[in-house]
């Protein structure tokens, strides 16, 4: 008996041609930048280095811009994961309207996003009055910073999460409910399993847009020093007074702490992964 093996070609090119494209391409627009960061940041050599990076203005820069970016992430979390929800299981008139509203940010030039916000949220705004009646000021203000951040950051969630939930069977929550589970129990044990992931992933986008964010922010924050400076902006005035290894290494400290909340946030995504495959 001959047996006859049909080659299966692929569409895309071999492994090595497109292994080095890939590769060509992340060195290009990763590798090279990144390097050249830490190159020009060593110039400064390690007390001068230390001695940028460690200035109460630099300090507070990087406060402000990580706090405010991790609260408008993580309550972009939660509200983004209930946009997506109604989007996806209720139906109720405009609703297309609305599913285009959530992709707002994306389409809106950042720095209309910050003079438009600025506008609603001023003291004389439509939005900016009612709450200036009620003790709350918003533009130059770090408030004004995380409702910029919250702005830009809510679609990353609403799309990474709205997918799932349109792919998600809905089988086991009749089969959780006709067991006897209430409506807690059939959401925490078989609809947030199957969504934690797509949350985790929709919060670090919105957190790594927010960092470094500068349109939106720039115009609604006032720019303080020690008050309402975020560390994009300091980098920016970093540059335009010409000392790129300071900028260079603000930048450094930045993208390390990034980098390390990025690894932790993946650790706890590795982790949620592995206990969901031992029970």
């Not at 450094?252 to 031992?278: C, D, E, P, T």
Request: aromatic share 12%; charged share 10%; glycine share 8%.
């Amino acid at each position: 008996m001959v047996v006859f093996f049909k080659n299966e070609r692929s569409v895309l090119p071999g492994f090595g041609l497109t292994m080095g494209l890939t590769l060509l391409s992340l060195t290009l627009v990763v590798l090279i930048p990144l390097s050249a960061l830490f190159v020009k940041s060593a110039s400064l050599g390690g007390p001068g280095f230390w001695a940028v990076v460690s200035t109460a203005r630099v300090w507070a820069s990087l406060k402000l811009t990580f706090g405010l970016s991790l609260g408008a992430a993580l309550f972009n979390a939660l509200f983004g994961t209930l946009v997506a929800w109604v989007l996806v299981r209720y139906s109720f008139p405009g609703k297309k309207i609305v599913d285009g509203l959530v992709d707002l940010p994306f389409a809106l030039p950042t720095a209309v996003a910050g003079i438009t916000l600025t506008t609603l949220y001023s003291r004389n705004g439509w939005l900016g009055a009612p709450l200036k009646s009620l003790g709350l000021d918003v533009v130059y203000q770090p408030l004004g910073i995380w409702v910029a951040l919250t702005f830009i950051g809510l679609p990353f969630v609403v799309r990474t999460v709205q997918p799932v939930l349109e792919a998600m069977d809905q089988d086991m929550e009749e089969a959780a409910t006709t067991l006897g589970a209430s409506r807690w129990q059939t959401l925490r044990y078989a609809v947030f399993p199957v969504m934690f992931p797509s949350i985790v992933t929709g919060f670090t986008l919105a957190f790594a847009r927010a960092l470094g964010e500068y349109g939106s922010v720039v115009f609604i924050s006032g720019n303080m020093p020690l008050k309402t400076e975020i560390t994009p902006l300091l980098i920016m005035t970093k540059l335009e007074q010409f000392d790129y290894a300071g900028a260079a290494a603000i930048a450094v400290i930045m993208l390390s702490m990034a980098f390390l909340l990025i690894f932790v946030i993946n650790a706890l995504q590795w982790w949620h992964r592995q206990r969901q495959g031992v029970i």
